[in-house]
């Protein structure tokens, strides 16, 4: 029975994406009864070859996935191998609450006015190059996607570095960069030789998690990618949401397509992931210790430099925006501030709003509670095996997160109609089931390395008291999890609010939240009114992140005597 309990959580959270991929399947070989298709072809693939600039959206697709994850990743090796155990390491750890606060959206946004050919950027050169007039260049909605890929990038940078931040004691960096030292390497070599490949290890699937996400991101790439023609998941969308019900049939079939593109994303990932294992392993034979490092440390913080200043600039710029009353280019700051937009953004924000939050916190509610559970479960079930360290079984794990490795278009569409052919209403309580199969991930992400690392002799002691494991669990392990237990929550809070693409499916339009409204908002161009809705978007993780840091130190104070001298 135990172990029937222990498969619950991740049948639960693979279900879905079962039921999606076989109503994608079918209506791709041209059976969906509903729509007039009876018989099994492949008209709908003839039909999806035939579509014009298909091979540039699939281009796009591939570049996002391929390009985004390598310089994110890179990035991070590069910023831990010049920094690890330096104070700008710790400014690092201490910014990525409010860099994870915002939504990948109001990320974009915040980019497309900092980028955009009258936006700040371009405001702070006018003056001095004399320039009167906006530049007639294309640069939000460049053809090569090169301004929705810097969008991903500033936002997959602060994820990849937090989970490499928890990885790394599991690494030893002290005492295999105190060895490598001793035999004459630089810091950064020392560290990229013989640190990251252990972290690598232990995040390398989130790092796929970030290829797969990249190759089939909708809402950026509304805000930041090309229109004629849009990367592949974009145009899916749009045959979904056609007039001529027929599209269905070609969009499942691009469904389909899209998943090989992430197939094939995560393939070549991998193979170059043995690429510079290869690499890595002919330079620790080559001699060159690369001793002296101190051009390249500095290099090494642009990348991650970069990506947190974008996001902080750009909250800036929609902050400007949405306070802006008159504000002409080249003008480095509007000639007037007011709450004009705010006074008349908030009332229309007010519902969307409020069912963020509410879809938000029980979808990350619920996530915690089955993640717990499976935890705890799984812990029980290792502490009887000696000289086994507790971890998640990889079936049980390539289950839970199966929903972050399958793109999203991939099967929400045959998850609709699944939905819509058991005649469910589109509900709060719907919504918030489906947004739970993408924040239990990454919960489960966050909190199983605290959750088996914490020391065994803890609940000894309070079974040797006579404590039962219910009363262990309440009273001493989770009182010590405090911080994690609460991060968790505010990591799938915040994936929640910044579901765009499940929300538009399964919300059928009947259940828009503040994530839906804003990218809506990309068409019109209002930058104001844009400012203002991509704020308050923020807002919310951001004020899930501030109570997980500080809610800790209020519930501790009763135990102030155990902190160490």
Known sequence: MTKAFNWLVPALLALPVAIGLVGVVLPAFGYLPALGGAEFSLDAFRRLLAMPGLSTSVFLSLAG??????????????????????????????????????????????????????????????????????????????????????????????????????????????????????LGYGRMAAFLLTVWPGVYRQIRLPVLAVAAYASGVVDVALILGPSLPAPLAVRIVGWMNDADLSLRFVASAGALLQLGVTAAVLLAFVLGERLAGALRRRQTVTGNRMPRDGCARLFAMLPVGLAAGAV???????????????????????????????????????????????????????????????????????????????RLPPAVAGLVYLPLIVPQIAFLFGLQVA?????????????????????????????????????PRYEQIAASLGHGTAATLVRVRLPILTRAVLTALAIGFATSVGQYLPTLLIGAGRLPTITTEAVALAAGGNRRVIGAYALLQTLLPLLAFTLSGGLPRLLSGGRAGMKRP
């Open 65 to 182: 996935g391929l390009v985004t994850t390598a310089i994110s990743t890179l990035g991070v090796a590069l910023f831990l191998a010049a920094f690890h155990g330096t104070a700008a390491e710790r400014f690092a750890r201490r910014a990525l609450a409010p860099l994870l606060a915002v939504p990948h959206a109001a990320a974009a946004f915040g980019l497309a006015f900092l980028i955009a050919p009258s936006g700040m950027l371009a405001r702070l050169v006018a003056a001095p190059l004399g320039i009167a007039r906006p530049p007639d260049l294309l640069i939000v909605g460049d053809p090569l996607g090169l301004a929705m890929m810097a969008g991903l990038i500033a936002k997959e940078m602060p994820f990849l570095l937090l989970v490499a931040f928890a990885a790394l004691p599991q690494a030893d960096p002290v005492r295999r960069m105190r060895l490598a030292a001793s």
């Open 312 to 390: 902080f600039l750009g909250l800036v710029a929609l902050a400007l925006w949405s306070f802006a009353g008159f504000w002409g280019f080249p003008d480095l700051l509007p000639r007037q501030l007011g709450l004009a937009t705010w006074m008349r953004s908030l009332p229309a924000a007010a519902g969307p709003l409020a069912t963020t939050f509410v879809v938000a916190i029980v979808s990350a509610g619920a996530a915690l509670l089955l993640v717990v559970w499976l935890l705890e479960s799984r812990r029980k079930a290792v502490r009887a095996t000696v000289g086994r360290p507790a």
């Open 419 to 455: 939905i819509i052919s058991l005649g469910l209403t589109p509900s709060l309580l719907l919504l918030s089931a489906v947004h739970l199969v993408f924040v239990a991930p990454y919960v489960a992400l966050a909190l199983a390395d605290p959750w088996f690392a914490l020391d």
